[in-house]
T-cell receptor, first 111, second 114 residues
Framework: TQLLEQSPQFLSIQEGENLTVYCNSS?????LQWYRQEPGEGPVLLVT?????EVKKLKRLTFQFGDARKDSSLHITAAQPGDTGLYLC???????????FGAGTRLTVKP | GAVVSQHPSRVICKSGTSVKIECRSL??????MFWYRQFPKQSLMLMAT?????????EQGVEKDKFLINHASLTLSTLTVTSAHPEDSSFYIC??????????FGSGTRLTVV
């Protein structure tokens, strides 16, 4: 059972466009991770957010963590074909070090 | 940085046979290891969590007698798919947690049961 709601599940855009992916939970995160996965490979960590209201930037990627630590977003500016992949949010919750994933957002950026 | 080695990367086996997948943390001690399964075009689903030296904790709906997990040392966990069937064909990924490295994922094992 997925405890995280991630949207949209599929996104196909043109090169140069901006996009936002959302991740929500009914539970408070102790931390939240964003990963990117390419076919046939394991997920690669993009960022970890821990503090409510936190904003982190990684080149054209901006990650926000909600004040209540129940939601997060990933914004990509001027998307490029190399951004194509499966983007996953993952949570760990208090008193439990299991990491669980959202359903994922499959992004395709067309040249 | 932390590295997790997962082997084999691909395996094809006959229905009814067993397959073992290894997950090793190469440069850190993993107190906890996680096993995930990923079907095509889907996300990772947690199968079980194992702590070194103790029995694994399985997620609801995951058969512990079919998916045997051994975490005998701080650097090695194994997942054995017993009596594999075609519906067990999937991408299996391990993750290791320990020290200051957070969660590190292996590169996955694509299992095909024919």
């Amino acid at each position: 059972t997925q405890l995280l709601e991630q949207s949209p599940q599929f996104l196909s855009i043109q090169e140069g466009e901006n996009l936002t992916v959302y991740c929500n939970s009914s539970s408070v995160f102790s931390s939240l991770q964003w990963y990117r996965q390419e076919p046939g490979e394991g997920p690669v960590l993009l960022v970890t957010v821990v503090t409510g209201g936190e904003v982190k930037k990684l080149k054209r990627l901006t990650f926000q963590f909600g004040d209540a630590r129940k939601d997060s977003s990933l914004h990509i500016t001027a998307a490029q074909p190399g951004d194509t992949g499966l983007y996953l949010c993952a949570q760990t919750i208090y008193n439990n070090n299991d990491m669980r994933f959202g359903a994922g957002t499959r992004l395709t950026v067309k040249p | 940085g932390a590295v997790v080695s997962q082997h084999p990367s691909r395996v094809i086996c006959k229905s009814g046979t067993s397959v073992k997948i290894e997950c090793r943390s190469l440069d850190f001690q993993a107190t906890t290891m996680f096993w995930y399964r990923q079907f095509p075009k889907q996300s990772l689903m947690l199968m079980a969590t194992s702590n070194e030296g103790s029995k694994a904790t399985y997620e609801q709906g995951v058969e512990k007698d079919k998916f045997l997990i051994n975490h005998a040392s701080l650097t090695l966990s194994t997942l054995t798919v017993t009596s594999a069937h075609p519906e067990d064909s999937s991408f299996y990924i391990c993750s290791a947690a320990g020290g200051d490295y957070g969660y590190t994922f292996g590169s996955g094992t694509r299992l095909t049961v024919v």
